[in-house]
């Protein structure tokens, strides 16, 4: 991770074409939005695991609640990743273009 670091403070500086940079984003952006991918889908997993375990119409409702949240977060998560991908490319064609 630090050299990804070392790496986005020389391509900076650098009069090259700025493909490190991109790569270095892109890569940040999808590890990212990964690991918050991979934390809601173990939470909708929790989420389902209570509901099908609820005893009564509170613990039921808060866990059918929770599922609700997670599949909206993973939504949002991949529509992030549509976003981001969409810019970065339009970004490599403004700079290589």
Known sequence: MI?????LSN????SGDGSELQTILYSVLNTLLGLAFIVIVIGA??????????TDENEGARAKKRLINCIIG???CATALTV???I???ASGWISG
């Not at 391509?11 to 650098?14: I, Q, V």
């Not at 997993?45 to 609820?54: E, P, V, Y």
């Open 88 to 90: 970065l490319a339009t």
């Open 74 to 76: 993973i939504v949002v």
């Open 84 to 86: 981001a991908n969409v």
């Open 45 to 54: 997993i929790r989420a389902a695991i209570a509901l099908s375990h609820a």
């Open 3 to 7: 050299n990804k670091f070392i790496l």
């Open 11 to 14: 391509s900076l500086g650098a």
